[in-house]
DNA sequence: CGGGACGCCTGTGAGC
DNA sequence: TGCTCACAGGCGTCCC
């Protein structure tokens, strides 16, 4: 589910009403991807600072360290200054604060929270280190894309996916970035020439600010830490569109999968 | 080091 | 209606 748009609306729409608040409970539900790393008990009393994302974690700072947190494939998280309705099956996490409190619920259970003594330091430093640049910072632009594909064999469209080379970009924005771009998603970075990577740039940049305008993307179950639900799915060109006619050209979307993930693009309008 | 496959886990929809 | 199977928004790990 969660992708950078997903995971920043959600920020928004709870880390600002959180923030200054005591914890006062914490309940585990069944195991998400790791241990939580320390006892749960010890962070009652603690004062949770501002909310920021790195990629597609997020990271609440405590007095002593914080917790890194993940949405996996499934998960989402709500707010509420009132007390919640009594824990169901998928929810794993509740975060109980003197403003209200702070559930997870993840069916799935890739998710992640994860208690850390510092951002820089294990185990979120591991978790982070390999993630490339954030597509929002002023130095992500076409020379930087340009040299950072210029030694890589593999496909555009797994590079993208794949974070090491800027962050963010999922199945849903990596293909519907692809098609703004104009690029075929199995073209091997190293082919792309400076000016195509300049559009792709703006383009992975333009996707992410539609989506994150729009709340997200919603395509079956994705809300916010109030519940409302997003609105790029209406305006998706190509992500789950096979047969059905491009928007530009009237061609058959098409689908293929590249590293057993499903890609979605326009076979015209897309060129190698 | 780059690249590809696997597995984590559950729900849903299609097809029989 | 009920069953089986393929597939789903991510990513750490392992192997070549």
Not at 165 to 180: K, M, R
Not at 210 to 215: D, E, P, Y
């Amino acid at each position: 589910m969660p992708e950078l748009p997903e995971v920043e609306v959600t920020r928004r729409s709870f880390g600002p009403r959180i923030e200054g608040a005591r914890i006062t409970g914490v309940r585990l539900g069944k195991p998400l991807r790791w241990p939580l790393g320390c006892d749960a008990q010890a962070l009652i009393g603690q004062t949770i600072g501002a909310t920021t994302r790195r990629g597609k974690y997020l990271w609440l700072p405590l007095d002593r360290g914080g917790l890194l947190m993940h949405l996996g494939m499934s998960g989402s998280l709500q707010f509420s200054p009132l007390p919640l309705a009594p824990p169901g099956a998928h929810d794993h996490f509740d975060l109980v604060t003197s403003r209200g409190t702070l559930r997870m619920t993840d069916p799935r259970r890739f998710g992640a929270v994860l208690w850390s003594p510092a951002l820089d330091r294990d185990p979120a430093a591991a978790l982070l280190a390999g993630l490339g640049i954030e597509p929002f910072d002023t130095g992500f632009d076409g020379a930087y894309l340009h040299a950072a594909l210029r030694a890589r064999r593999g496909s555009v469209k797994t590079i993208l996916l794949g974070g090491d080379v800027v962050v963010g970009a999922g199945n849903i924005y990596a293909c519907e970035a692809l098609f703004a771009a104009g690029i075929d998603p199995r073209t091997r970075g190293l082919r792309l020439s400076r000016p195509r990577c300049a559009r792709l740039a703006t383009a992975l940049r333009d996707t992410l600010a539609a989506a994150l305008t729009l709340g997200g993307s919603t395509l079956r179950d994705f809300r916010d830490a109030h519940g409302a639900a997003g609105g790029f799915q209406h305006v998706a060109r190509v992500y789950g569109r096979a047969g059905e006619p491009c928007t530009l050209c009237g061609t058959a979307v098409r689908r293929i999968v590249q590293g057993q993930r499903a890609t979605y693009f326009c076979p015209h309008c897309q060129r190698r």
